[in-house]
């Protein structure tokens, strides 16, 4: 199965705010396709579509990913869907007794996909496990983690399109830099990017330069607290959100993104008129396995 540019176009939605004139939008990739959703879809999107148009005598795909990845659940159902067998590298070697308990984990089984764990000492060195990887299975496409890649940053260019060019921001979260990266390469030269970090990793600036030389996006903590880690405050924000716009929002990536946005707005970081244009980028399968751990600590849940 090739990936297809959907018909009809990603639609944006205002996000009324009263402040200064500041225009918010949100636009809507997490309606891109049911199981392998936003940025994972334009990520892979060339990735696979490349590789099928090979037509690889042994077709394969690899991949890596932690135990709620959205890109491992996304590459599972790219082969579900294709008919293609498909192989997690699982960072957690204590997670293999207890894939059972973790919906993303169990999604990626019930699309077929075989799971490997590895230590997190051997998921730091992915760059031999690929190497053995590709000389074991020649054929195979190995795909990184996240996603990011050239090919990647190709997928992510069409995330932006004549409707975006009204937008004096274009906000998205980052955790391995693919999709900042494109967004950065791609848009127009007015335009800035703000990238929100998710994950506590100093060297993510010169990851994405390494994909893009072009030095027009910022990057803004986001973590509260760490990459995976979820606050009182977030789950509040998340379902507040939700209630107010009817936008679901996941607690990792977008739901981070978004209430820090609301904070630089309630700063003063927008100038007067702006146009503010945040991805979502997808992940709704993560809010299962979040809640599990809020119900374990007798914490509120993302509704």
């Known amino acids: 199965m090739l990936l297809k540019v959907p018909a009809e176009p990603i639609p944006i939605q205002e ?74 590298i699982i960072r957690g070697q204590e997670l293999e007794h207890k894939w059972r308990d973790n919906p993303t984990l169990l999604f990626a089984k019930r699309n077929g996909m075989n799971l490997k764990f590895v230590t997190r000492e051997e998921y730091r060195h992915k760059e031999k496990l690929t190497e053995f990887l590709q000389n074991e299975f020649p054929d195979a496409l190995i795909v990184p983690e996240g996603g990011t890649n050239e090919e990647a940053l190709q997928g992510v260019k069409m995330m932006l399109n004549d409707q975006t060019k009204d937008f004096d921001y274009l906000c998205t979260a980052v955790g391995t830099g693919g999709t900042v990266a494109g967004i950065a390469k791609f848009c127009e030269e007015y335009q800035k990017v703000i990238g929100f970090k998710v994950v506590d990793d100093d060297s993510l600036e010169n990851k994405i330069l390494e994909l893009t030389s072009i030095q027009n996006f910022n990057l803004i903590d986001s973590c509260f607290g760490g990459y995976g880690k979820i606050k009182d405050e977030n789950i509040r924000f998340i379902n507040d959100f939700k209630e107010k716009y009817g936008i679901p929002l996941e607690p990792v990536y977008t739901g981070k993104m978004m209430q820090k946005v609301f904070e630089l707005v309630d700063e003063g970081y927008f100038p007067e008129d702006s146009r503010i244009l945040c991805f979502h980028t997808g992940g709704l399968q993560g809010i299962e396995g979040a809640n599990l751990l809020l119900e374990k600590q007798n914490r509120n849940l993302i509704i």
């Open 15 to 88: 996000i009324p705010i009263q402040h200064k004139n500041i225009k918010l939008f949100i636009k809507r990739e997490d309606l891109i396709h049911p199981q392998i959703s936003g940025n994972k879809y334009w990520k892979l999107f060339y990735n696979i579509n490349n590789y099928l148009e090979k037509s690889p005598e042994n077709p394969y795909i690899i991949t890596f990913g932690g135990a709620f990845s959205n890109h491992i659940a996304a590459v599972s159902a790219v082969g579900n869907l294709s008919g293609i067998p498909t192989l997690g």
